[in-house]
């Protein structure tokens, strides 16, 4: 009788251990905010390590950097460049509108900066690999003339990710101005920094529940290793 409460209780004890693996695996596999935040972030960090003023991270820009992307997907060749260059007037006329940019508030996109690549890529090595990847591109970061920047990422359907920077000379609050007290449209698709709204991250949350599912088995295969009886 008491090996078999002795059993139970370890049996438990081991369930117990395995919810509390699958809680850490969710916390660790998530991502915690927004890429494309962090993706400022990253480029604020490689300017002041060069004694630059850090940019301000412009949710219209970040929007039009969404859109600018979200036209070009499905233009991505095999060597990671975007083959799309939209018109210059999509900005005003296409790009701003489907934000609620503030067309009085319009100002100069001084700079933009796009990349692609087949697999979804965390921001660090999405910067390194595909947005920065010559001195060219380093340039355009480290310019001494932006001011703002918004960064924009979406994904194909079974295609290649996209991001895009867009850089400004503006003053901050001013420029780039989202309607609604700076909520703006909501976007169906993709990330863009400085957003209110959720990351819609469609292609990312198979690959986070497929890293979720093979990190639970990985550990009940180790239960069943360890404590064959209690599973």
């Given at each position: 009788m008491m090996v078999a409460k002795k059993h139970c209780c370890c049996c438990e004890w081991k369930w117990i251990v395995l919810c509390q693996l699958f809680l850490a695996t969710v916390v660790c596999s998530s991502h915690h905010g927004n890429?494309?935040?962090?993706?400022?972030?990253?480029?604020?960090k490689n300017r002041t390590s060069q004694k630059l003023p850090q940019l301000n991270d412009n949710p219209g820009l970040?929007?039009?950097?969404?859109?600018?992307?979200?036209?070009?997907?499905?233009?991505?060749?095999?060597?990671g460049v975007v083959n799309c260059?939209?018109?210059?007037?999509?900005?005003?006329?296409v790009f701003?509108?489907?934000c609620g940019v503030e067309l009085p508030t319009f100002g100069t996109v001084t700079g933009h900066i796009v990349g692609c690549q087949p697999k979804y890529l965390e921001p660090s090595p999405a910067f390194s690999h595909v947005l920065v990847k010559d001195s060219k591109a380093l340039s355009i970061i480290r310019n001494k003339s932006h001011t703002e920047v918004g960064v924009g990422l979406v994904g194909a359907h079974k295609g290649s990710f996209f991001w895009c920077i867009l850089f400004s000379d503006g003053k901050t609050n001013s420029?780039?101005?989202?309607?609604?007290?700076?909520e703006g449209i909501k976007q169906k698709k993709g990330c863009f920094s400085g957003s209110t709204f959720p990351c819609s991250s469609g292609q990312r949350i198979p690959v986070f529940l497929n890293n979720v599912l093979a990190l639970v088995l990985l550990h009940i295969s180790l239960l069943q290793h360890w404590y064959p009886t209690c599973l």
């Open positions: 890429p494309a935040n962090d993706l400022v972030d990253i480029i604020n970040g929007c039009m950097a969404l859109q600018y992307v979200e036209l070009c997907k499905g233009n991505c060749t095999s060597n260059k939209p018109p210059e007037d999509d900005f005003t006329e701003g509108p489907n420029t780039f101005v989202l309607e609604d007290n700076g």
